[in-house]
């Protein structure tokens, strides 16, 4: 098995949503297709874990409860975490799925404008998840691959 294989199905994907519901959901349906999935309720910690450990992707909820640690900062909502991740040298390239219960005619292309790799609505569909997350780490693995030679 090539690296890019490895990524594609064993990859390292962080599962930021204050819902523990639809963290549970969403854990079982990526640890189901084979990747390691860390799950974090607070931006607080995501921040953290994105900090601290090499991620090959992020599903990204926008609407949080404001707590004192970002009240007085940028980092309110998913869209701050999403500008924060763009700025990152480490993060720059990292996938972000963003997830919202938000129409998707309100956050969808400002999601995306925002460096977003992709937006699904919630109740997110596993399927649709299954296939973007796929999609997403098949792009990252090749961009990481470089330009082959002829």
């Known amino acids: 098995m090539n690296p890019a294989q490895t990524i594609v199905q064993a990859a390292r994907i962080l599962v930021v949503d204050d819902n523990p519901i639809i963290q549970r959901t969403l854990y079982f349906a990526l640890r189901d297709q084979g990747h390691r999935v860390v799950l974090c309720g607070e931006i607080t910690a995501a921040l ?37 991740i763009q700025h990152r040298p480490e993060t720059r390239y990292t996938p972000v799925i963003v997830i919202s219960n938000d129409p998707p005619e309100k956050s969808r292309a400002r999601a995306l404008a925002c460096g977003a790799a992709a937006y699904l ?16 780490l098949v792009r990252r693995a090749a961009e990481l691959a470089g330009p082959t030679i002829a």
Not at 121 to 136: C, F, G, M, S, Y
């Open 121 to 136: 609505p919630k109740p997110v569909d596993k399927l649709e998840l299954a296939t973007t997350v796929a999609r997403l």
């Open 48 to 84: 953290k874990v994105i900090r601290e450990q090499p991620l090959e992707l992020i599903v990204l909820d926008l609407n949080f409860p404001i707590d004192a640690s970002t009240a007085a900062n940028s980092m309110q909502d998913g869209f701050g975490v999403l500008g924060w």
